[in-house]
């Protein structure tokens, strides 16, 4: 399967060394467990499998697996452990995964602006509403002051990243 939008690897490490980007570099050593079929090009078949998890949420790495660089198979002969069928290989490689937590500040690139909300695209991927707050009537919530493609920062209030969709939404930062 491949990803519809590919990070090229010098933007992800500038995003890593940012704390307010949410996304951490980390190596990671694992055990992937790959069908007997896949054995005729090791490598192939391990990338392949780390190429469908890009883009979906990990619970072993509470975030979403970006991108990876530098695999690495630290095993010349994988182990079958209680009659399963899948064959186990411990890999070792750089993963970029995008870590977002409630409380946490990013920024964004409004995309859709209207009465009730702004909608944010972060990182070219994810997006996250920013519903106007029902007890600023008239003009004087700061969104109405803000254009489409301008980019603004925000603090996230709600997170759910267990859906087919990562659901994000956050608060203006006033200051």
């Known amino acids: 399967m491949s990803t519809i939008i590919k990070f090229d690897l010098k933007e992800l490490r500038k995003l890593a060394n940012d704390k307010a980007s949410c996304i951490v570099e980390k190596k990671v050593t694992q055990n992937l467990a790959l ?3 896949c054995l005729g090009n090791l490598k192939e078949s391990l990338k392949n499998l780390l190429d469908y998890k890009i883009g979906k949420f990990d619970k072993e790495f509470n975030g979403i697996l970006l991108s990876y660089k530098n695999l690495r198979v630290l095993q010349n002969v994988g182990t079958i452990r209680n009659d399963n069928a ?3 290989f411990q890999v070792q490689a750089d993963y970029f995964i995008f870590q977002p937590y409630v409380g946490a500040t990013l920024k964004g690139v409004v995309n859709k602006k209207s009465s009730t909300h702004l909608g944010i695209l972060v990182h070219r991927v994810f997006n996250v509403v ?9 003009n004087k919530w ?3 002051t803000i254009q489409e493609g301008q980019e603004v920062v925000f603090q996230i209030v709600v ?3 267990f859906g087919a969709l990562p659901y994000i939404r956050g608060e203006l930062d006033e200051r």
């Open 142 to 144: 700061i969104g109405t």
């Open 159 to 161: 997170l759910d990243l």
């Open 35 to 37: 069908q007997p079929w």
């Open 130 to 138: 920013i519903p106007r707050p029902t007890e600023q009537p008239g």
């Open 86 to 88: 899948d064959i186990h």
